[in-house]
């Protein structure tokens, strides 16, 4: 992804680049800004370009930084139960390898097991997609107002910042 900004509005870094979605941002794009959206408070705004190299065609769509890690949890919903293995974590979701059967926008609860003698982290998540990879999963409530999770996360990333990578 390309650079990271400073949020004007939460005055944190983290802000990323994000693809425009309205006439505005359009039209701003074609004056050499670009639309940045703040993973911490969910701002959006616009910023300068820094040259015409550093605009890709098509920006990337991860709003979220992902970070590898191997983790135990338990999801239910409906009729459906199931247990996994989380591969990938961010902020705004996950993705797990599991046998379960489960449907894009399908609704879960989820435990996420941290850390051995801790209770589990609880979210609420939405099925976005099942492939070979996994079972993708995008949290509904903002995974930012779970202190434990954005400190494992921002502990495993190795910085305070919550930068995406280019991991596909």
């Not at 911490?40 to 370009?49: G, K, N, S, V, Y």
């Amino acid at each position: 992804m390309g650079r990271q900004g400073v949020c004007p509005e939460c005055r944190l870094e983290g802000a990323v680049r994000v693809e425009v979605r309205s006439p505005r941002e359009f039209l701003a794009s074609l004056l050499w800004m670009v639309p940045f959206q703040c993973q911490r408070c969910d701002h959006r705004f616009l910023d300068r370009r820094l040259s015409p190299m550093s605009l890709s065609p098509l920006p990337e769509r991860r709003e979220h930084m992902r970070i590898p890690v191997r983790l135990c949890l338990s999801f239910s919903g409906g009729r459906v139960r199931g247990e996994g293995i989380v591969s990938d974590l961010s902020l705004g979701g996950c993705i797990i390898q599991s046998e379960a059967h489960v449907r894009v926008d399908d609704i879960f609860y989820l435990e996420i097991i941290l850390a051995k003698n801790e209770p589990p982290v609880e979210a609420a998540a939405i099925v976005r997609s099942v492939s070979a990879r996994g079972i993708a999963f995008k949290f509904l409530r903002r995974a930012q107002e779970d202190k434990r999770l954005t400190a494992f996360i921002q502990t495993r990333s190795g910085s305070d910042s919550l930068v995406p990578s280019k991991v596909a």
